[in-house]
């Protein structure tokens, strides 16, 4: 039987109050405050107490970090005093309590500009320091072989881990899983899958050919992938070279693409490949420099087809006032489905639409800054090119430029020389000081930062771009 004395707790409410003893320090916020880590959170967990139960719930962790937690969770951002403390230290807090996405949203860095971007730090495996290859993922965090092992970072640039291989030189390495990397050597065949998660060698992948004894001790000169595929160029010792189709699921050998003898500058082993998600292309170039300068290939395959679908040989393809000015290295901006290239001679950028290519697609860059039309690479300089996020970056020796597509911009080309002025704009994204680091070997985009690797210097260099920073160009 049931009397008047009997009480019902009271359901908590979003905007109930909640006391916190943190390391002994009391915090007093709403449940609508914690509960914005999301239901799986530490904190949300909390919101089920009773809003008349008097007693602060203790938590015996850091009560300063604790109020960067806390000051996240209202705000969406991190308050100024979040610099007191260490990326790792605001990592680990914010895994106790289960709130990793909201700080990863928080300290990932603003979308990435050329224009206003700068070196925040330099990520330097511990051992063996010289980085041979590096592969960035969509989220910001890196890879780096360095000295027969590869370190891995993730989006916080906090070490996660260090596989060492079987290879020596690893000149290859690309991220065909979330933890899983297919790698390539300059010194020994074979293209291998290493797994992060297991800490292991998942297999290996070799060129073989019974029927023809030209074809062993294939090694990896490029690597790319598709959600299906990974695409992998191989290279005899006698020059004879292909691009092999793997299948992810099994790591079995489904195509193999373009086998030649690279007996001259048109049949070399491609150096570069880019798997296009638009079209399910595959774009390959190579690029050699001898006595008489550059020359090298740029090529378009079909995995389904197994054919060449376009080409260009440099020299002795395009316009014969271009005809020695071949190009230095070549990239694909996938988002605008369009292929640049940086000459070897002139230093000029070039680029040309992939849907709609001939014999002479190209179409050379122009600033509408005179000042910065007499600045140009070529030459004795080394060039290197690299598209991310509708931008071209260009490392010219040791200084670093961006090319950048102007919105609104007008393709005006003048129709004789093919040249277009005021598409894009160039400007430099480093300072002099910077460019004296060294030469610029490879430039990697991935999340919205930029790795840079310079020759002879340990680390990699991380650029970002501000979140405070407006920076606009003159022109």
């Not at 909640?18 to 919101?47: C, H, M, R, W, Y």
């Not at 395009?318 to 000459?343: P, Q």
């Not at 460019?435 to 985009?445: C, L, M, S, V, Y």
Request: proline letters at 5%; a negative charge.
């Amino acid at each position: 039987m049931e009397n008047g004395n009997h009480h019902t707790a009271t359901a908590p409410r979003s905007d109930d109050r909640i006391k916190l003893n943190v390391g002994g320090k009391l915090f007093e916020t709403t449940l609508s405050t914690i509960q914005a880590g999301g239901p799986d959170s530490l904190l949300a967990a909390l919101s089920s107490r009773t809003s008349d139960d008097p007693d602060p719930v203790f938590i015996d962790r850091d009560p300063e970090i604790f109020s960067v937690i806390l000051s996240l969770l209202r705000s969406d951002g991190l308050p100024s005093t979040a610099r007191r403390f260490t990326k790792q230290e605001l990592a680990d807090e914010a895994l106790y309590y289960g709130i990793e996405s909201q700080l990863k949203s928080a300290m990932l860095p603003p979308r990435l500009s050329g224009i206003d971007a700068s070196i925040v730090t330099t990520v330097q495996p511990a051992s063996d320091g010289l980085p041979s290859a590096i592969t960035a993922g969509t989220d910001g965090s890196v890879w780096i072989a360095h000295g027969g092992q590869i370190s891995s970072y993730d989006w916080n640039l906090s070490h996660a881990g260090t596989i060492r291989t079987h290879l020596e030189d690893i000149n290859s390495i690309c991220r065909v899983y979330p933890e899983i990397a297919a790698v390539g050597s300059e010194s020994d065949p074979g293209l291998h899958f290493y797994d992060f998660s297991g800490v292991r060698n998942m297999g290996s992948i070799h060129w073989t050919d019974p029927a023809d004894p030209r074809i062993f001790k294939a090694r990896v000169t490029s690597v790319s992938n598709s959600p299906s595929s990974v695409f992998a160029a191989f290279d005899c010792p006698h020059r004879e070279n292909c691009i092999l189709v793997i299948d992810k699921s099994t790591l079995k050998i489904v195509g193999e693409l373009s086998r030649q003898s690279g007996s001259s500058a048109k049949n070399l082993a491609v150096g570069k490949l880019t798997w296009l998600p638009e079209t399910g292309l595959i774009v390959g170039s190579s690029v050699t420099c001898g006595a008489f300068g550059y020359s090298g290939y740029i090529r378009m395959w079909d995995p389904r087809s197994k054919e060449v679908v376009w080409e260009a040989n440099e020299p002795g393809s395009g316009r014969s006032s271009r005809f020695g000015d071949s190009f230095a290295d070549v990239d694909v901006d996938i988002e605008e489905s369009t292929l640049f290239k940086v000459c070897s001679k002139s230093g000029d950028l070039a680029m040309a639409d992939l849907r709609n290519l001939g014999d002479d697609p190209w179409v050379y860059l122009q600033d509408k800054d005179p000042s910065m039309r007499n600045i140009k690479g070529g030459g004795n300089s080394t060039s290197v090119i690299h598209c991310y996020k509708n931008q071209a970056f260009v490392g010219r020796d040791g200084a670093l430029e961006v090319w950048s597509r102007l919105p609104r911009a007008e393709n005006r080309v003048d129709r004789e020389s093919e040249v277009c002025e005021g598409l894009y704009r160039r400007n430099f994204v480093d300072k002099e000081e910077d460019a004296q680091r060294g030469i610029i070997k490879k430039i990697e985009g991935g999340g919205n930062r930029l790795f840079v690797v310079r020759e002879d210097v340990e680390g990699i260099e991380v650029w970002e771009s501000s979140h405070s920073s407006g920076a606009v160009s003159v022109l």
